[in-house]
């Protein structure tokens, strides 16, 4: 299809295609965007372009709209999990022998810096070497081991803060 005859189609049609798709779904240009990307490469040219469009921007909302709620199904079902089975899936034991919760450990991870998580990660779930390590954040063995350890110790008190800010809410709710 011609350049012009499609700059046409989208100048007449474009928005009464987006009213059209957003009865499907929640991101209706999105549908018209595809739609007129499927038409630009349609071969050969459908008989009545802008019934064509139509029935291919439905469609197209129609699968927009059911990816959106398979994504809302599956947020909901992520926040209905509790924290012991979220932390199974990253191979934690929902609760250890020391008394530390696996749900602080994947608390703890998430307020360290990206590079320090990466390097946590890497070694302990990972099994990477120092020597691996030093070449997945490019640095030698020695400061490999040296971020390593940090790393460790500011999960440590991250761990530790959530814990006993958990037992402090945990306390207040007690009565003697």
Known sequence: MHSA?????????????????????KTPEDAVQEAFIDLARCSPEPASPKAWLYTTTRRKAQNIARAESRHRNHLEQVMQQDHSSHAEQYWLEPNTRNGIEASDVLEGLDALTPDQRELIV?????????????????????????????????????????????NNVAKLGTRP
């Open 5 to 25: 005859t499609l700059q046409e189609l989208f100048h007449n049609l474009s928005h009464a295609l987006v009213l059209y798709a957003r009865g499907w779904c």
């Open 122 to 166: 890497a070694k302990v779930w990972g099994e990477l070497t120092f020597e691996e390590l030093a070449e997945l954040m490019n640095c030698s063995p020695a400061s490999a081991y040296r971020r390593y350890v940090a790393a460790l110790t500011d999960l440590k008190h991250a761990v530790l803060a959530g814990s006993e800010s958990k």
